[in-house]
């Protein structure tokens, strides 16, 4: 069981230093880039290592650059992967369905150089869960998902200002049909439950009148818009302030609550440390003041968690579960393979985790609610697929020019590399011998042999953990 209870705030989110009990290593280094992006490769790894925890911590949280503001404005113009990126978008816009703009987002994921923003782009698409399902449009996709990479670890109250008067948000809301006759109250109670405060922290009548303030904001030819006629200019009371308040007004009222910045600091703690149990008040509150004092900017609150003893301790290694994009991406990134991510797309979605298509406006529960039964024999499945198409290609040629490139020999050498790479905790003796054996006596060409380790790894419950 993971014991938070007894762990002292000054210890936990002060720098991790390494030590001959805890050293910077790439078991570590693997564990930083499976929970800051999706996974490294044998040379990012090594890299990393050399870099020494604080200059790899830099590297990818920023794309190389030591703080947010120097950050490349376009991470993605390197080796034409713009071009390339630009041009499935477009192939995407002009089909109009949302439904391929999975497979787009995939190929972010997968080529990217920067990782970190992909990673809480992910973890913000979850926050503020908007399903085409609803929004049909697939441009009201495409740019509700702009809206959340060009804020993803820039400030928070910035993305839920233009949340509030994101198109395919108002959609996903019905804040469309707010009329001051009839104020549609969706959108101040997710702003005020999901976005922002949680439950506790506000009251039915504080939705209700918070409402109010939303009403004539609608969406023509696709744009936001305010209707005047449809707005209520009269007093309202909520949070304990009372004017004459429009959306912004309350969305900046919501914003200055204390309880904002601990509830942000409490779900990104959750989404990079470990999913069980829920953090203690005293373990949040000095990243709820760090987040506050830096003016809800995401970076140096992300920053701060990435670096901490927390991170790299017992309580946060191996205990978060794999979200299907997570274990998918993450495979491939590891062996620096490409593959079909229409099909990868597709079987993602079968795993319950269709990008765009989150399930309710809560997003997904993550955690232990992506294992069960089916799942776990799907995730496998998902594995052996994608080291068996035919479209699956690996950067040396096949898996034995990877393990190859990666300066490995002989079937322990090997086995310990890919548990190093694709398992985030320590393997029982009893399992590695197994699996050695099993490298051993496979028949078929090397990356056969390979591909039916790996596929053995992925069957593991350390496997699904990260």
């Not at 920023?62 to 990126?85: N, Q």
């Not at 912004?248 to 069980?276: G, M, N, S």
Request: aromatic share 8%; proline share 5%; glycine share 8%.
């Amino acid at each position: 069981m993971n014991d938070l209870g007894a762990v002292k705030p000054d210890w936990a989110w002060a720098p991790f230093e390494p030590s001959a009990s805890q050293p910077w290593n790439r078991r570590a280094a693997a564990h930083l880039y499976r929970r800051a992006g999706f996974g490294a490769d044998s040379r990012q790894l090594d890299a990393a290592v050399k870099q020494g925890a604080e200059g790899a911590i830099k590297k990818l949280l920023y794309a190389g650059s030591s703080t947010l503001e120097d950050a490349p404005a376009k991470p993605l113009a390197k080796g034409g992967f713009t071009m390339k990126a630009d041009m499935m978008g477009s192939m995407v816009m002009s089909g109009g369905k949302p439904q391929a703009l999975g497979a787009w987002w995939l190929y972010r994921m997968l080529h990217t150089p920067d990782q970190s923003l992909e990673k809480l782009t992910l973890f913000w698409h979850g926050h503020f869960a908007t399903s085409a399902a609803k929004v049909t449009d697939a441009r009201m996709i495409k740019d509700h998902d702009t809206l959340l990479r060009r804020h993803a670890r820039g400030n928070f109250g910035q993305l839920t200002h233009g949340m509030a008067k994101d198109p395919a948000m108002l959609v996903w809301l019905d804040s469309t049909t707010n009329r001051k006759r009839r104020p549609n109250e969706n959108f101040s109670r997710e702003l005020m439950e999901l976005f922002c405060l949680r439950v506790g922290n506000y009251t039915e009548e504080d939705i209700r009148e918070m409402a109010r303030a939303f009403t004539g904001w609608e969406i023509r030819k696709g744009k936001f818009l305010v209707n005047d006629r449809q707005h209520d200019k009269g007093s309202k009371t909520f949070l304990g302030k009372t004017g004459a308040f429009k959306g912004e007004d309350a969305v900046r009222i919501v914003l200055e609550q204390p309880a904002t910045a601990r509830f942000i600091a409490r779900k990104l703690t959750r989404y990079f440390v470990c999913d069980e149990p829920e953090m203690p008040d005293a373990l949040i509150e000095p990243l709820a003041i760090l987040f506050r004092e830096n003016d809800l900017q995401v970076a140096p609150l992300v920053e701060r968690i990435l670096r901490s003893n927390l991170f790299y301790s017992k309580h946060a290694i191996a205990q978060k579960v794999r979200s299907p994009v997570e274990l998918g991406i993450g495979l491939l990134r590891s062996l620096e393979a490409t593959a079909n991510l229409q099909q990868l797309n597709q079987s993602l979605g079968q795993l319950g985790q269709a990008l765009y298509y989150p399930p309710n406006v809560k997003g997904w529960d993550g955690g232990r609610a992506w294992i069960n039964s089916s799942t776990m024999l799907g995730r496998n499945n998902l594995v052996r697929r994608l080291l068996s198409d035919k479209e699956t290609r690996f950067k040396g040629g096949d898996l034995a020019a990877v393990v190859k490139s990666a300066g490995v020999d002989g079937s322990e050498a090997t086995v310990d590399w890919l548990l190093e790479l694709l398992v985030a905790s320590e393997t029982p003796r009893s399992v590695r011998a197994s699996l050695v054996s099993l490298a051993k006596t496979s028949k078929g060409e090397p990356h056969r042999r390979i591909a039916a380790v790996i596929h053995a790894i992925s069957a593991l419950p350390e496997f699904q953990l990260s």
